[in-house]
């Protein structure tokens, strides 16, 4: 059985893409929010286990260090691209974050180290994430972790798109917004699609 979510301590981080709200356990990053959300507040719809608003451990206080100046590095040519390789040394940094997935379900879990692999400028689909995952056919599962994805940006949510070609969903702004903002996400680190992207009609969120 998963661990029960540690004590965590939050910071909001300023980037020229928004606001970032963070929060952090002794063991890793918990929880981040998609820059510019109008509540910058971390998330509460997935578990999380105390919040502390005293100064955090000198461990926890380095790790939200190092994630503000990568975050804050990541979004500094916002909203234009900084260019592939500039953007895979930038990304290298946010993948060395280390982060703390106790408490997810095993197949959560899974899904969402997987995307990490994901590199800048390239997507995958939720049913190719599903298969690697070793549960083909599960793609509306996938659909529902993303959906719930603690770590935005660090865990790329942004880089799953459907299988047929569509943006798929997203979620932290409003349903007018979303799919936009994702779509400036996957062009900022040099994604070029195949042909025009339609938008997805609905707006399921991932």
Excluded at 28 to 55: K, N, Q, W
Excluded at 183 to 194: D, F, I, Q, T
Aim: aromatic content about 6%; overall charge positive; some cysteine.
């Amino acid at each position: 059985m998963s661990k029960e979510k540690a004590t965590a301590w939050v910071r909001l981080t300023p980037t020229r893409a928004g606001r970032i709200g963070l929060a952090a356990s002794e063991r890793g990053l918990v929880l981040s929010t998609l820059p510019g959300r109008r509540d910058a507040s971390p998330r509460r719809d997935v578990p999380l286990g105390p919040i502390r608003g005293s100064a955090p451990p000198a461990a926890v206080a380095e790790l939200l260090d190092a994630a503000e100046e990568a975050l804050g590095a990541y979004f500094a040519a916002w909203p234009d691209s900084p260019g592939p390789e500039a953007i895979e040394r930038l990304w290298a940094a946010l993948l060395g974050l280390r982060v703390d997935l106790e408490g997810l379900p095993a197949f959560t879990r899974r899904v969402l180290e997987l995307l990490r692999e994901v590199r800048p400028g390239r997507v995958v689909t939720y049913g190719q994430l599903a298969a690697r995952a070793g549960s083909p056919g599960a793609a509306r599962a996938v659909g529902c972790v993303m959906a719930r994805n603690p770590l935005p940006t660090i865990i790329p949510c942004h880089r799953v798109i459907a299988s047929d070609g569509t943006l798929g969903g997203f979620a932290g702004r409003t349903r007018g917004e979303a799919l936009a903002f994702k779509e400036s996400l996957l062009r900022y680190e040099g994604w070029v699609p195949a042909r025009s992207v339609p938008r997805s009609r609905q707006l399921p969120r991932s």
